[in-house]
């Protein structure tokens, strides 16, 4: 008799894990009423909830300011504005992200350079990113993959020795920290993604950071049709810009989100902490060995690492197949395929001539042509990861994950027939 729910076996998790997301209470429901009956449908002026989650959430992050937008990519394209990339410029990116993180260079007739990661990490190498800088490099968009915090010592270091700007996409990182500092004040612009499954979730949403008055300025002009920051002077700067506001029913909503943030960080850190003590006794999986200038880890998928030579060479694949019929949820981490090998890139149907193929880019890229060798690595093989509304549970979900880790564990001889 097969013991494995993928061949029939009984199923070790039969209930749902973790909590459902978004979450809400009446805390959201007594705010969003209140901007009905306020009027204040739009989020300027005095006493708007847009300009107190704006300051309130840099402050969260330790930023200076805080500028909204109306969704994440948004946030990258006015970080990219600010930062002065200009159209054939080259912007440095990971491969392994959310398509965004790339794409958001093409909407300012940029070229998205991919850069490989650091296998420690996921993220984005600060070696490999100074090995790819030319003189046409003119900003580095750097993901926090999963919310696990990039090297910023060293990328920042790479930004000094090279004057580059660093724009930091911290959609999936919520809250996290680098040495005592949060994600998206440590370079020179923070951009943060709050659609509705992001860890703090405003519906559709983005907001960047920054500690510089300049940026600041900057920021607010793209976002706002190319007016002032405060509207003290009437008329409009010359740069060609839209609507990008944050409408105030969102920020509404994100300043009740805001309250329960810290608690759902810590619930979620408590859980994985425990899971992978757990995991650790496990031959073949394998937590992150948590750097400790990591000083505060929050998560938008917690990812970890599969190891096919110490799972009974079976393939990661098939391990997720068996782990899955178990009811774990366990996914492909780090964000899956390579960016670079989405058909938009490998087509090269963004901007036919332009800009990939600008005349004025005296190198044309053929991204068929690119291979960035240890993040194919982690995606075809050993990127693991779970979502974070799956941490918001019980210890008790965290042993039933364990107890179908194991199970498929000592039962490999199932997977080979
Ligand atoms: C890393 C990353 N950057 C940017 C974005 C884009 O955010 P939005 O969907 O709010 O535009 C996302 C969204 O998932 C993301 O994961």
Known sequence: MAKLAINGGEKVITRPLGKEWPVWDEREEKALLEVLHSRHWWGGGEGSKVREFEDAFAKYQDAKYGVTTNSGIQSLICALKAAGVEPCDEVLVPPLTF???ATCALFVNAIPIFV???????????????????????????????????????????????DLPIIEDCAHAHG????GTRVGAIGHLGAF???????????????????????????????????????????????????????????????AQLTRLDEQIETRERNFTYLAEGLKEIDGVEPFERDPRVTRWSIYYW????KQEEFDDIPRNKFLEAVNAEGAPIGVGAHGRPVYQNPLFQAMTAGNTWPIKCPSYDKPIDYTKVH??????IYQTEALCISHPGFLGSREDMD??????????????????
């Open 400 to 417: 039933l994950i364990l107890e179908a880790v194991r199970k498929v564990r000592a039962n490999t001889d199932e997977l080979r027939k």
């Open 372 to 377: 960035c060798p240890e993040a194919e690595r």
């Open 193 to 255: 993604s709050l659609m509705a499954g992001k860890s703090l979730a405003g519906g559709e949403g983005g907001i960047i950071l920054t500690n510089h008055a300049e940026l600041r300025e900057k920021l607010y002009a793209y976002m706002d049709l190319g007016r002032w920051v405060e509207r003290s002077d009437k008329s409009v700067r010359l740069d060609t810009t839209s609507n990008f506001r944050m409408p105030e029913w969102t920020a509404a909503i994100l300043l």
């Open 303 to 306: 990812n970890f690492r599969y």
């Open 99 to 101: 398509f965004a993180s």
């Open 176 to 179: 996290s920290e680098w040495r």
């Open 116 to 162: 490989d990661v650091d296998p420690a990490t996921y993220n984005i190498s600060a070696e490999a990113m100074e090995a790819a800088i030319t003189d046409r490099t003119r900003a580095a968009v750097i993901v926090h993959n999963g919310g696990y915090p990039a090297d910023m010592d060293a990328i920042m270091e790479v930004s000094r020795q090279h």
